[in-house]
């Protein structure tokens, strides 16, 4: 099954510059869901990290790129730095995005995938934009005929 390492536990990466960021959201993430198969990888290895491992969700400093199979990961472009917004996420075709984040937003974001390792009844900003599925899609990325970069938000 695509994004499930041994043992069921779902695989997560995290890519994000300044990487120090990385290594500080990944120990984060990792001790507070701990079913979680969480990899931090260097942002210049990732592309074959995506391929090799086929992870639930993707959390970097990069635009999306298509995995060319269908239901791939959860992308969460994060840029701590940015002026806004901070985190774009995609999901089944679908974006959103949130002006301004922390680590509840990116739990909740872990937790909106609906996998064993979420702590139920969390229901904030970003769980819920993973959940509304298709009752979410980025209008001005369809517009401009970009929908599969969101960088073009």
Do not use: N
């Amino acid at each position: 099954m695509t994004g499930v390492s041994e043992g069921d536990r779902p695989v997560v990466l995290v890519a994000v510059e300044p990487r120090l960021y990385a290594s500080a959201i990944g120990t984060a993430i990792g001790r507070l869901r701990p079913r979680l198969d969480l990899r931090v990888v260097d942002p210049d290895d990732l592309a074959a990290e995506v391929r090799r491992l086929g992870p639930r969700l993707v959390l970097c400093s990069q635009p999306y790129r298509r995995s060319g199979r269908d239901g791939g990961p959860v992308w969460v472009e994060f840029y701590p730095y940015a002026e806004a917004p901070k985190i774009s996420i995609r999901a089944d075709g679908h974006c959103s995005t949130l002006e301004d984040a922390d680590l509840e937003d990116l739990l909740s974001i872990v937790d909106g995938l609906g996998v064993p390792c979420a702590k139920p009844g969390r229901d904030d900003r970003a769980a819920r934009e993973i959940r509304r599925g298709s009752e979410f899609v980025c209008k001005e990325s369809k517009e401009r005929g970009r929908d599969d970069d969101p960088r073009h938000l």
